[in-house]
């Protein structure tokens, strides 16, 4: 079993930045490639960013591409999203999740995630 807890979500204007964290307790480490997924009201939950289980490879969203990085430590079960020249349409509650197969974590389909936090809002202004 594992426990993902975010943390870092808030409200900024745009150009701004957020930095999220993911807290991963449980048999984690190295077991999980991690992603991020995001959801805006009355939108479906769409894939942002993933990092492999030793941090390799990484697939981002194109939208986000050159602004967001996601990184991880496995030593401390953290994984980093650090977001830079936001944008109102980033706007969403962000979700940390944990994928056990090392075949589908860089589909970025939120169903072949395993674990999931309960999520942080972030808010970018105009």
């Known amino acids: 079993q594992v426990q993902l807890v975010e943390s870092g979500g808030g409200l900024v204007q745009a150009g701004g930045s957020l930095r999220l964290s993911c807290a991963a307790s449980?048999?984690?480490?190295?077991?999980?490639?991690m992603g991020w997924f995001r959801q805006a009201p009355g939108n479906e939950r769409e894939f942002v960013t993933a990092i492999s289980r030793r941090g390799g490879r990484i697939y981002s969203q194109k939208s986000v591409t050159g602004r967001f990085t996601i990184s991880r430590d496995n030593a401390k079960n953290t994984v980093i999203l650090q977001m830079n020249s936001l944008k109102p349409e980033d706007t969403a509650v962000y979700y940390c999740?944990?994928?056990?197969?090392?075949?589908?974590?860089?589909?970025?389909?939120?169903?072949?995630?395993?674990?999931w936090g309960q999520g942080t809002q972030v808010t970018v202004s105009s």
């Open positions: 449980g048999r984690t480490g190295s077991n999980y490639a």
């Open positions: 999740a944990a994928d056990s197969d090392d075949s589908t974590w860089w589909q970025g389909v939120a169903h072949d995630y395993d674990y």
